[in-house]
């Protein structure tokens, strides 16, 4: 077919008057709620709360879980809406759910530290949770730097976790395979902390921007063709609202994790000192799910894979899941799929 | 962002005000101390600098309250008027159509319907109409996007809801990369439908400066680009200095603004070319400012000066790495453009072509996004972006710094004082919450002790006499008796 002007000149038109309409359901669209799920808090210390999901019903997998979510960006990706909600999925298999709220760090956080992170109020969290259920251990499932975080602890305080999962976790950061572990060797973390102090979110969400360049072109694209669509329009917006919700990161932790880790791998090097504990990941002995996802760009497969070789226990498995690092969480696929295997394997290893 | 300009250009001035007072009292000092009348002319000297500095500091603080008010008047009553805003564009839009369109039909029926390329020897010919070309779609499709900013603002204003304004943002991003790419491509697809299939002519009608647009409005680089705002912020501190700095001074100074006036025409045009402007106004700027150091006395003024100094160089240093990743982008991207061009050309030829612009668009964004991908996984880029990041971290560093010495006459709280209190503030914290956690261990230590029943207590305590009291229990029973 040839091409005629005149059509383009025509489509063009058509754009605007999507526009239009778009613009008047965007106006039309009301509040953007996310992580509706009802829980209640449990104890808070400056700006880390921990909260404990509401259940009607007893739990089937008695040990509960508590989510280590990452300090960039917020845990509602895992309750996004109802009907994509990994919290609520977990809480109908059977699971009884509580949930670190790592706050948003202010100028006042510069000073805060990995290890005020890890032995102070992930540790904190964990006795309350024991405390108040009478038990010993409790499952830990951490996720994305959460998952690092959950690593961590597991091997400093083994006695304390049951079963360990990590879902889209960096462990080994010698990769160069995603573009953060590439540019974080490059970049001087010391000028970076001292620079900004606490380190905006904004500027995480830059470089997020630049791993998928044209991400904002096919976004606008795609955005026009849902937006009369009022059901898809608000899943778009409540994305819309978790991506742009970013955290700023306190400066000291955020130094130690980018040196330490990203730069010098100390991690899997057995390298780690974190406050008085140099970690060993050799003292991971509970059980170990560990899962990736496939086209993960944020973290790749192969910085989560190897962490199986690093632990001390024999009953590991390595999880693999089709999709991205955000995928893992909403996909259609995450309810069937990923939410019944994580309460399988929890519920082989409650005795 | 008319506010914020506003602002700036409000600070700027006042910069410029106490400048020009530090500059006159200085000069009068420089007097009285050659007339030996320094020690009762300085106080008096003083207070006048200090009233004239309070009062430029006045008038900047109210003129930037008024900047408030202004746009908030602009916010009010614009709002409701958005749809029939749109519906005013709707209708100036199939007008500017009509008219772009019956224009560019004349163009190629006023060459009589052959390739209007065809006969034209002379590349300058060609390169004259496919300016025209471009400059008719250019013209047209500005009016468009000008016309559909002004509803834009007007509905950003009005959204409580911060989810709801940042996607109306990216929307108005989306949509001006997708008008530019449009305007970019235009004349090639007005060329086509005029069965003008030359990959080489397609080339000439793209327009670098609009491309140049597009790149930047894919890439955010006006908005990630604080630095340049800086930068121009320093030149306007610098000009203002330089002027009270007597006609040495300017000569100096003159050399230096050619450079940057220079650097800003010439963006982007080579690497090499960057290298040498930077390292020129580098020098320039250290050869005008040097012989004005050695003449201040040592002091806070001296250090404040090459504090200043110190962060030209940094913005120098940062511009120059900044014009470096813009050009890698640009370059890269125009290699991209030309593949496409090439590929629209033969799928043209053999009426294969997109037909409709969204697929068009479509096929842009994959083959931009595949090859940025690379771009971006190279060793080069990733070391100049990690340097500029380091760069713009000193850059603010040395801000804080020079920004503390101008206010540290002022009743204002520093940066740094609040950095120490946020210290002290997290280091008694962490003591009460270690303190907490030990006497929180003691109370438990302690019920445990007392809950155990006598006959135990005394089986444990022979036990204990029997072996060596072991640590632990020794830390317990001295914990009991505290």
Known sequence: MAIETKNLAEEMASVSEKLVKGLENLQNAGEILVAQTPKTQVWKRDKVTLYHYTRDTKPTVKTPVLISYALVNRQDMLDLQPDRSLIKNLLNLGLDVYMMDWGYPGPAEKYVTLDDYINGYLNDAVDIIREQQGIASINLMGICQGGTFSAIYSAIYPEKIKNLITLVTPIDFATNDGLLFKWAKDMDMDALVDGYGTVPGEFLNTGFALLKPMAQASKFQNLLNIMDDEDKLMNYLRMEKWINDSPNQAGECYRQFMKDLYQQNKLVKGELVVGEHKVNLKDITMPLLNIYATEDNLVPPASSIPFNDYVGTKDKELYKFPGGHIGVFVGSRTQKELGPAIEKWLAARDK | ?482
């Open chain 2, 1 to 482: 962002m008319e506010n914020t300009k506003n602002f700036f250009e409000n600070w700027v001035e006042t910069q410029k005000s106490m400048l020009e007072n530090w500059t006159e009292k200085a000069q009068e000092f420089q007097k009285n101390v050659a007339g030996g009348e320094i020690l009762t002319k300085g106080t008096e000297m003083y207070q006048e600098w200090l009233k004239k500095q309070q009062e430029n500091i006045k008038t900047f603080t109210g003129a930037a309250e008024k900047t408030g008010e202004e746009v908030k008047e602009k916010v009010e009553g614009t709002v409701e008027n958005f749809f029939d805003q749109w519906k005013a564009f709707q209708e100036k839009s199939v007008n500017m159509w009509t008219e772009a369109s019956q224009k560019m039909t004349g163009f190629f029926s006023g060459i009589n319907s052959h390739n209007p390329f065809d006969g034209m020897t002379s590349s300058n010919i060609m390169m004259d109409n496919a300016r025209k070309y471009q400059e008719t779609w250019t013209n047209t499709l500005k009016s468009m996007s000008d016309s559909i900013k002004t509803p834009f603002s007007a509905q950003s204003a009005d959204m409580a809801s911060k989810t709801i304004n940042d996607t109306l943002g990216s929307m108005k991003k989306g949509y001006e990369s997708f008008m530019k790419l449009y305007e970019l491509w235009a004349p090639v697809f007005k060329a086509a439908e005029n069965k003008v299939f030359n990959s080489e002519e397609y080339k000439k009608m793209m327009n670098p400066v609009l491309y140049k647009e597009l790149m930047d409005k894919m890439f955010g680089f006006d908005a990630l680009n604080p630095l340049k705002n800086a930068y121009d912020q320093y030149t306007k501190n610098a000009t203002a200095w330089y002027e009270k700095m007597g006609t040495s001074a300017k000569d100096g100074y003159k050399s230096f603004k050619d450079s940057v006036d220079q650097f800003a025409a010439r963006l982007p045009e080579n690497e090499a070319f960057f290298t040498e402007m930077f390292k020129n106004i580098n020098s320039q700027f250290k050869t005008s400012v040097s012989p004005f150091f050695k003449l201040m006395p040592e002091g806070k003024e001296k250090e404040q000066m090459t504090l200043m100094n110190d962060l030209g160089e940094l913005y120098i240093a940062s511009a120059n790495k900044l014009a470096k990743l813009q050009y890698l982008v640009y370059t890269h991207g125009a290699k991209i453009n030309e593949q496409i061009i090439e590929d629209f050309s033969e799928k043209a030829q053999k009426g294969e072509a997109n037909t409709d612009f969204n697929a068009f668009y479509t096929n842009w964004i994959n083959m931009n996004g595949k090859a940025f991908e690379g771009l971006f996984g190279t060793d080069e880029f990733s070391k100049l972006q990690g340097e500029l990041v380091t760069l713009d971290s000193k850059i603010r560093t040395t801000t804080d710094k020079l920004m503390e010495m101008n206010l540290s006459a002022y009743p204002v709280v520093l940066k740094s004082q609040l950095d120490e209190l946020y210290k002290t503030n997290y280091e008694l914290k962490k003591q009460v919450y270690e303190m907490g956690k030990q006497l929180a261990s003691m109370v438990k230590d302690t019920v445990v002790t007392n809950s155990k029943p006598a006959a135990t207590e005394a089986k444990a305590a022979v036990k204990t006499e029997a072996k060596v009291a072991e640590p632990k229990a020794a830390a317990k029973t001295s914990t009991s008796k505290k």
